[in-house]
């Protein structure tokens, strides 16, 4: 009797450490995860390949007309993050990997945070020359030297482009937060084997829809951590899927300081204008010979 006593006694201790050890585990995972997401949060650098589509294939949102004459609706993107900040380089695709081995460099970059969005028109343009030039020298040739700051504005973009400023505005980019919260937890149909995916919270009809996919083995025990990303943006009229790495990492960003005067875009303003005017005596022109 004593025996069946201690035999029970003792498959009681060994459930109960079995059960501390599970306990003690669970708390050392959440732990990581608590620890990796905080880190996360504090900054971070990424590397994805992306592809925008437009929502509707009836209209054709400015951003995404822009990215479209570039060639540059599908690429890759490196980027910072810093809480409130978000500084992305747009390269064409298979571009990063040649640029990390001293090849392609990236042809634009943004920044973003909770007062503005800059945009890199005069790496663009130089880009865009060069291109040119290469194709066709003689049409090169008289394309000019890009002589003003590098940076524009949104106000400035939405300006030249003449569309309202909430089409070319990227604030809400730049204001998540990370969290892993199991209210957040969705199933996508596009979701990838192994990743959970979040989405993230938004406000507002129009607010862009973030959802984010991340093998949480990665994220407990990898520095470098795969995700997928897609990002529906209905001010915009666009939709983004993304896929490559990210690593917690704090950054130091500011705003561009190399913007262009607002004189200097009037001046862009009323020589769009005059083009637009050329194009339509042509096109009336050659109306009239038909």
Request: one cysteine or more; glycine letters at 6%; charged letters at 15%.
């Amino acid at each position: 009797m004593k025996s069946s006593k201690k035999r029970s006694r003792a498959v009681v201790t060994v459930a109960a450490c079995i059960l501390a050890v599970c306990l003690v585990a669970t708390l050392v995972l959440f732990s990581l995860v608590n620890s990796k997401v905080r880190a996360l949060q504090k900054g971070a650098t990424f590397e994805l390949s992306y592809n925008i589509t437009a929502q509707d294939s009836a209209s054709t949102p400015a951003l995404y007309n822009i990215l479209k004459q570039v060639g540059a609706t599908s690429g890759d993107v490196a980027g910072l993050y810093s809480p409130g900040q978000l500084q992305l380089y747009l390269y064409p695709s298979g571009g990063l990997a040649r640029a990390e081995t001293g090849g392609t460099d990236f042809f634009t970059d943004l920044y973003i945070d909770a007062n503005d969005t800059y945009f890199d028109a005069g790496r663009l343009y130089r880009t865009l020359r060069d291109s040119i030039a290469d194709s066709a020298p003689l049409v090169g040739a008289f394309l000019p030297e890009w002589s003003l700051p590098n940076y524009i504005t949104q106000a400035q973009l939405a300006k030249i482009l003449g569309v309202p400023n909430t089409q070319v505005a990227m604030q809400e980019m730049s204001g998540y937060t990370m969290t892993l919260s199991r209210q957040c937890i969705v199933h996508p149909d596009y979701a990838k084997k192994g990743y959970t995916y979040y989405q993230f919270p938004s406000e507002g009809e129009d607010a862009a829809v973030l959802v984010v996919g991340l093998p949480l083995k990665s994220l407990l025990f990898d520095d470098t951590i795969p995700v997928d990303v897609h990002v529906e943006i209905p001010a915009h009229g666009v939709n983004a899927a993304l896929s490559g790495t990210l690593e917690a990492g704090v950054n130091s960003l500011s705003a561009p300081v190399s913007v262009i005067s607002d004189s200097d875009i009037d001046s862009i303003v009323q020589l769009r204008e005059r083009l637009e005017q050329f194009a339509d005596l042509i096109n009336t022109a050659l109306k009239r010979v038909q």
